[in-house]
Nanobody, 117 residues
Framework: QVQLVESGGGLVQAGGSLRLSCAAS????????MGWYRQAPGKQRELVAT???????NYADSVKGRFTISRDNAKRSVYLQMNSLKPEDTDVYYC???????????WGQGTQVTVSS
């Protein structure tokens, strides 16, 4: 079992930046895919960015060029640097960890990001 705790959310003006952090309770070396997802009330959760254990990154088209995902296995953490934020980025952001060999899929409790216009 891996617990994930997000932090770094908050209120920011459009054009501003935030850095989200996700700390895992155990080693993430065996976690194939770490990612960030977001969800608005009444909507489906959507992918924001993922990073594989080998470092391959994948981004939603809506955040390419503005967001950067990174992971630090030594610190058991994954990060999401968000720049040039827009009001439409307002959502609850969730950290995810997926281990393909077991099918284990873990989620954090979410952190609110609000971008004012």
């Amino acid at each position: 079992q891996v617990q994930l705790v997000e932090s770094g959310g908050g209120l920011v003006q459009a054009g501003g930046s935030l850095r989200l952090s996700c700390a895992a309770s155990r080693s993430i070396v065996s976690i194939n895919l770490m990612g960030w997802y977001r969800q608005a009330p009444g909507k489906q959760r959507e992918l924001v960015a993922t990073i594989a254990s080998g470092g391959t990154r994948n981004y939603a088209d809506s955040v390419k060029g503005r967001f950067t995902i990174s992971r630090d296995n030594a610190k058991r953490s994954v990060y999401l640097q968000m720049n040039s934020l827009k009001p439409e980025d307002t959502d609850v952001y969730y950290c995810n960890a997926y281990r393909s060999i077991t099918g284990d899929d873990y989620w954090g409790q979410g952190t609110q990001v609000t971008v004012s216009s």
